[in-house]
């Protein structure tokens, strides 16, 4: 969960009336998601009853969940594997909670998210891209251009029997 923005009161000194925070809430799993969807505005309603207060709760669903289908990650890892080297990929060791617009294009279309990695020199702890201290390195992206080709123009010849094409699917707003 994290909290984006938070606002209450006027001044310091002045114990506000109403409080409002907005926040995401994130998960890797569509039963841990249904359970949150339930769970977190009651324990927000809970957590004012405990002080004597009400809370207004709305929980909006925004974007699928992130998931990568594994014969396309393992393609894009052959790739990377193959254009690069094999140091150059890196599986991910712990899964990233990230919320994303291709969400949808993976709930309709099997395919996988694959990070770039921009960040500067290697400090793989620089702030990400929704800091506002985020740096990124611009050198990479030619390897980006170079990726996405690639990936492209193999996916095209591919052999048929390694994936099954899928009727494409509407992706929803």
């Known amino acids: 969960m994290t909290v984006g923005t ?10 506000p009336d109403e409080a409002q925070f907005e926040a995401t809430i994130r998960s890797f799993s569509p039963q841990a998601r249904d359970r949150i969807r339930t769970e977190a505005p009651e324990l927000c ?15 909006e669903d925004e974007y699928p969940l992130t998931v990568n289908d594994a014969a396309h990650a393992a393609f894009a890892a052959d790739v990377v594997g193959e254009v690069f080297g094999g140091t150059r990929y890196e599986p991910m060791r712990n899964p990233n909670a990230g919320a994303e617009d291709f969400s949808r294009v993976l709930a309709a279309v099997p395919g996988c998210y694959l990070m770039l990695g921009a960040h500067p020199g290697d400090d793989l702890q620089a702030p990400n891209n929704h800091s506002p201290r985020a740096v990124f390195a611009d050198e990479v992206m030619p390897d980006g251009v ?3 080709a690639q990936l492209a123009i193999r996916a095209l010849h591919r052999d048929a029997t390694t994936f099954t094409p899928t009727a494409p699917q509407p992706i929803a707003p």
């Open 146 to 148: 170079l990726l996405h």
């Open 6 to 15: 938070f606002h209450a009161g006027t001044r310091r000194n002045i114990i």
């Open 45 to 59: 309603r809970q957590i004012a009853a405990a002080y004597g207060m009400k809370a207004e709760v709305e929980y």
